[in-house]
């Protein structure tokens, strides 16, 4: 009977205990994994929101036969200078998208200070980089959190590609 009382549906107390304490050292090994897991999918997500965004600013460039931006978040129509608070799709005086990354606290560099999309679809310098960076064939956009780093590039015909960058932001990988 004592033997029965010390027992918790079926298990000991010590088999009782032994059992939280593996499940701790489990739940104690897997949080950095898990934080490590969420800021890399937290990049990525917003690696894909920025793909979807410069798709959008394309395609209505061409849909309206004009010019279409795409800047970092601004007041109104008028686009901002933190590329890492967001950024807007712009179309005139049309606001036609807007992603608000400010509390994601991620790092954005490289990234030029607006994209400006003709109704070709063709992305357009602007005269200072005319005469700065004649050869330039694309722009590039870091997105980064902790050491999860991904890159966006942008050809000027308008062609965008992202994938997993190195911490110079070259590819490691393509997608």
Do not use: Y
């Amino acid at each position: 009977m004592q033997n029965q009382s010390s027992s918790i549906t079926g298990f000991t107390l010590v088999e009782l205990m032994i059992t939280i304490a593996v499940i701790g050292v489990i739940a104690f090994l897997g949080v950095p994994s898990l934080t490590s897991l969420l800021e890399n999918n937290r990049v990525t997500t917003q690696t894909n929101q920025l793909v979807s965004s410069i798709h959008l600013a394309r395609s209505e460039a061409v849909k309206r036969n004009g010019a279409v931006k795409l800047c970092p978040l601004g007041e109104g129509a008028i686009c901002g200078q933190d590329w890492r608070k967001g950024w807007m799709v712009v179309a005139g005086s049309e606001v036609l998208q807007v992603v608000d990354v400010a509390d994601q606290l991620m790092s954005i560099s490289s990234a030029p200070s607006q994209l400006v999309f003709d109704g070709e679809g063709m992305v357009k310098k602007s005269e200072a980089e005319d005469a700065a960076a004649p050869s330039e064939k694309e722009r590039r956009i870091i997105i980064q959190k902790a050491s999860f780093r991904r890159s966006v590039a942008l050809t000027l015909a308008g062609s965008v590609s992202s994938c997993r960058a190195d911490k110079d932001g070259d590819c490691v990988d393509k997608k």
